[in-house]
Structure formats: C-alpha cells, structure tokens
C-alpha cells in the first residue's frame, strides 16, 4: 500500500508541473498579424511545389507526406548546382518581392495603427459591394426571409 501512495504523490506533483508550464506558455504567446507578408520559400520548398506535381502523377497510390519529403530530400541531395540555379533564382525573386512588401508593411505601422484599420475596412467594404450585387440580381437572401 505505500508504494501506491508513493506511486500517486509522483503522478500529481508531475501533474502540477504540467499545469503551471501550460499557464505560462499561453500567457505569452504573442499574436499574429494577419496582414503581415507571409515568409518566402526557400529553394528546396520552390522545388518541391514542382515536384509534389510530378511524385503524385508518377505514384498516385502514395499518399504519404513522407514518401515525398524522402523522395524529393534525395533528389534534391543528388541535383548538382546547375540543376538548383533554377529553384534558388525564384527563390531569390520571391526574397526580393518579399522585402519589397515587408518595407510597405513597416511603413504602414509606423504610420500607425489607423492605416492598417482602413485597408482592413476596404476589404470588408469589397466583400460587402460583392454581396450587394447578389442582391440587385434578385438573389438575395432577404426575399426569402419576407
């Protein structure tokens, strides 16, 4: 009976440590801008949008993440520098355009916060035109609630 008391105390102070570790991580987990420009792939992902394509169509029965991942790492070991330039050039490209967006994205928020409130409310304002023009053509969810 004393190893089992023993065997629980263990258990709960693990379960303590646990507890707090959580509390503290969620706590400090910062938020996300959804208007900040996404991060440009690197060379090796620029290959693999082509080669996922060119994998399923040769094995269309392999739906393991995986087995592309492997198939494409060694392919991508084998593939000499000349073979690359082509992935690393549009990888530089998408780098460029990237910077370019990231510079516009800085700019807009050391304006302030009001710059980025209006480009959110043209957005809104689009989605809100498009749902008016469905309503012009008769279509419109409102008739049928009448």
Do not use: C, H, I
């Amino acid at each position: 009976m004393k190893g089992a008391k023993s065997n629980t105390k263990k258990a709960d102070t693990k379960l303590a440590v646990n507890k707090k570790s959580t509390k503290v991580g969620r706590g400090k987990k910062a938020v996300k801008d959804p208007n900040k420009p996404k991060r440009p792939a690197s060379a090796f992902f620029v290959f693999m949008e082509e080669f996922r394509k060119q994998f399923n169509k040769e094995n269309p029965n392999n739906k393991a993440v995986s087995a592309v991942g492997k198939a494409a790492g060694a392919k991508w070991k084998s593939m000499s520098e000349a073979d690359k330039a082509p992935y690393v050039a549009k990888a530089e490209k998408r780098k460029v355009e990237y910077e370019k967006n990231m510079k516009a994205y800085n700019k807009r928020q050391a304006e302030g916060v009001n710059a980025a409130d209006d480009e959110g409310s043209d957005k809104s304002l689009s989605e809100v035109n498009d749902d008016d023009e469905g309503d012009e053509d008769g279509s419109g969810e409102d008739d049928d609630e009448e």
